[in-house]
């Protein structure tokens, strides 16, 4: 009996799963087809759907953090911050209780309501024209969505108290912020960021390329209600913050200068003051000072006065001065206003004589008991009056008979080589805008007259920065006396100089003196400050100063300077505010390691000053100069000197 076959019945559910694997397939087929045609229409839309696409796609900008600028210890001089600005959308602010709202966010605001509402009544009735004349021509309307209500940013406290109004159409815009501190002389060197972001002025400007930050993107894609939907792949690029510029300003520095500037000029009822202070070693600008007071006795120069001569106390007192261009960004007189150095310039003239070999230092002049007459018949005179003197004592008594002789050794080009090799009649390149390149009478013009002015310090005009960059090379010791230094705002790193080269060790490019000449000036003038500190314990009753000093004082009249648009000198005139001073002293220290340089100027000083004959730069600048380096050099941990030895000799004025 054979045996039949019978087919075997499929498995319960087997058809099922099969349909279900189908369907499972044939769905994903549709979403890879759905997902390849959404990224073929991202890569390459139809020619039509283009104009749709651009409306739903949105980009925010993620603006890079720009960089902190610190001082040279790390503390921020300024740094950015996220503050707010108030505009209205006037397509979303709402007609109903309109006038009320604009109240009430005016109020907020602290601004005047009608303004406000006209402000914005004007953009709506604006945009309500744009929309008729876009149904006219079938355009789309040109509507204006922003109307700023505060062009600066508001504080915290004005902006929770405009959230809490919660007014449709209000909105809040998040912007960056420039703060500064350090006060106004650190502001004016900080400088200022522009609305764009941009460094227009100080370090802000010279270092904007390494402070800016780079700005990131956002990109999304929005519904036809202008709500996001989802972000593409790689549509968010992160920004980059800017590098942060370390100045060479110390914060606590610039105070200790700010304090005493400012009691100097009060003490000396002057219009103003300058200061200014070099590391010896970097050439780095540790802080700068600049000082301006409103006196009710002052009246400006009608420039058709001639100032008499003889104008004594009983003249008018006149503004010396000059008013800013622009009150908003005021100048930095210690690099743009040049001034007549007077008797501080000896310090180079002697310099540069004793290095050319033309006196000796125990070499003894005739200096006419205080008065003398030059062979071309210009009288000269001292104010300390002796018979005969060395060239130790012409620079420490200040003596102009002495220094015309000694200088009058020199050739013309001589002379003027020495004045301009000192960094005079040429930027510093600081870097900062606005510097003056200051005024060396040309060559061609040198005279018998322009050498003996340059001697003791006029017909020379220069920065208060030239001046403690000239000074420098005589203040400093060691391997770099003698060297004038680069003058930076970067701060450097512990143990650098301004003439490292890229080896490390120090170039010659900057030589102005012989080591051994540098020596003896700074040796020499240790007499000045010996005297000033016995003067200043005598007026003030100051005393036990704990590091030893040497510079130099100085007292110039004020030029008239350039006269104003329209306007010319009168016939008559020599030039100048007669009875009315610049007073100056310079000063390095300690003696024995010298570490800063530090110039102070006075301007004008009070006329019961100059009755008192105590205007000159020994009385008014000395003293604040003095307790400015006492201070600073305490402050950065210098050791005190040992109890200052010296002969005593020094000058009245100068």
């Given at each position: 009996m054979s045996k039949s076959t019978r087919a075997t019945p499929a498995r319960p559910g087997a058809i099922t799963d099969r349909w279900a694997l189908f369907v499972v397939v044939?769905?994903?087929?549709?979403?890879?087809?759905?997902v390849a045609r959404v990224a073929q229409l991202?890569?390459?839309?139809?020619?039509?759907?283009?104009?749709?696409?651009?409306?739903?796609?949105?980009?925010?900008?993620?603006?890079?953090?720009?960089?902190?600028?610190?001082?040279?210890?790390?503390?921020?001089?300024?740094?950015?911050?996220?503050?707010?600005?108030?505009?209205?959308?006037?397509?979303?602010?709402?007609?109903?209780?309109?006038?009320?709202?604009?109240?009430?966010?005016?109020?907020?605001?602290?601004?005047?309501?009608?303004?406000?509402?006209?402000?914005?009544?004007?953009?709506?009735?604006?945009?309500?024209?744009?929309?008729?004349?876009?149904?006219?021509?079938?355009?789309?309307?040109?509507?204006?969505?922003?109307?700023?209500?505060?062009?600066?940013?508001?504080?915290e406290a004005t902006e929770q108290a405009v959230r809490d109004l919660r007014l449709r159409g209000v909105h809040l815009e998040r912007r960056e912020v420039r703060s500064v501190v350090g006060g106004p002389i650190a502001e004016r060197l900080v400088g200022v960021v522009g609305f764009e972001g941009a460094g227009l002025t100080g370090a802000e400007a010279r270092y904007d390329e390494k402070l800016q930050g780079e700005d990131g993107e956002f990109r999304f894609v929005r519904d036809s209600r202008g709500r996001p939907l989802w972000v593409p792949l790689g549509g968010v690029t992160p920004p980059s913050a800017g590098r942060d510029v370390r100045l060479s300003f110390d914060l606590e520095i610039q105070r200790i200068l700010d304090e005493e500037v400012n009691r100097g000029v009060i003490d000396a009822d002057a219009q103003g003051g300058r200061g200014v202070i070099l590391d010896l070693a970097t050439g780095e600008v540790l802080a700068m000072s600049d000082v301006r007071r409103t006196l009710p006795d002052v009246v400006e120069y009608d420039w058709l006065t001639v100032i008499p001569k003889d104008k004594g106390l009983g003249g008018p007192r006149y503004l010396t001065i000059k008013p800013d261009e622009n009150a908003s960004n005021p100048r930095n007189r210690v690099v743009e206003d040049v001034y007549e150095p007077g008797s501080t310039f000896k310090s180079f003239m002697w310099a540069a004589a004793l290095e050319a070999g033309v006196v000796r230092l125990d070499e003894v002049f005739d200096t006419g008991g205080g008065r003398w007459t030059t062979p071309y018949g210009r009288p000269i005179a001292d104010v300390v009056?002796?018979?005969?003197?060395?060239?130790?004592?012409?620079?420490?008594?200040?003596?102009?008979?002495?220094?015309?002789?000694?200088?009058?050794?020199?050739?013309?080009?001589?002379?003027?080589?020495?004045?301009?090799?000192?960094?005079?009649?040429?930027?510093?390149?600081?870097?900062?805008?606005?510097?003056?390149?200051?005024?060396?009478?040309?060559?061609?013009?040198?005279?018998?007259?322009?050498?003996?002015?340059?001697?003791?310090g006029h017909e020379v005009a220069v920065t208060p920065i030239q001046m403690v960059r000239a000074f420098a090379a005589v203040a400093r010791g060691g391997e770099l006396a003698g060297l004038l230094p680069d003058v930076t705002l970067l701060a450097k790193d512990p143990g650098a100089t301004s003439e490292a080269g890229a080896n490390g060790k120090i170039t010659l490019l900057h030589r102005v003196l012989r080591a051994d000449t540098a020596a003896a000036t700074r040796e020499t003038l240790r007499g000045v400050t010996h005297k000033m500190d016995e003067n200043l314990k005598k007026a003030t009753g100051e005393e036990g100063w704990r590091y030893e000093l040497f510079g130099k004082s100085g007292t110039a009249e004020i030029p008239l300077g350039e006269p104003p648009k329209g306007k010319r000198r009168p016939r008559g005139s020599d030039g100048y505010f007669k009875g009315q001073y610049n007073s100056s002293f310079i000063a390095a220290g300690p003696?024995?390691?010298?570490?800063?340089?530090?110039?102070?100027?006075?301007?004008?000083?009070?006329?019961?000053?100059?009755?008192?004959?105590?205007?000159?730069?020994?009385?008014?600048?000395?003293?604040?100069?003095?307790?400015?380096?006492?201070?600073?050099?305490?402050?950065?941990?210098?050791?005190?000197?040992?109890?200052?030895?010296?002969?005593?000799?020094?000058?009245?004025?100068?």
């Open positions: 044939m769905m994903s087929l549709v979403l890879l087809g759905l991202q890569a390459a839309p139809p020619e039509g759907l283009v104009p749709f696409l651009s409306d739903r796609q949105s980009r925010a900008d993620l603006p890079g953090r720009r960089g902190d600028v610190l001082d040279r210890r790390g503390r921020v001089l300024a740094a950015t911050r996220f503050g707010v600005r108030v505009f209205v959308d006037p397509e979303e602010f709402a007609v109903k209780d309109k006038e009320l709202n604009l109240e009430r966010l005016a109020r907020v605001l602290g601004q005047d309501r009608e303004a406000v509402q006209a402000k914005v009544s004007a953009a709506m009735i604006a945009n309500e024209k744009a929309k008729e004349q876009a149904q006219s021509t079938g355009e789309k309307p040109r509507l204006d969505r922003v109307i700023f209500l505060t062009p600066d940013v508001i504080d009056r002796r018979g005969t003197q060395n060239w130790r004592e012409v620079l420490v008594n200040s003596s102009n008979i002495g220094m015309v002789k000694g200088t009058s050794r020199l050739t013309f080009e001589q002379m003027r080589n020495a004045v301009t090799k000192f960094g005079f009649g040429s930027r510093t390149g600081i870097g900062l805008g606005g510097e003056t390149a200051g005024i060396v009478t040309p060559m061609s013009r040198w005279t018998k007259y322009t050498q003996t002015s340059v001697a003791i003696f024995e390691q010298p570490k800063l340089v530090c110039l102070v100027i006075i301007d004008d000083p009070g006329p019961e000053r100059i009755a008192r004959k105590q205007h000159y730069g020994s009385w008014v600048a000395g003293p604040v100069v003095r307790r400015v380096m006492d201070r600073s050099l305490a402050y950065l941990g210098v050791p005190a000197s040992a109890k200052p030895t010296g002969d005593g000799v020094g000058h009245e004025g100068d």
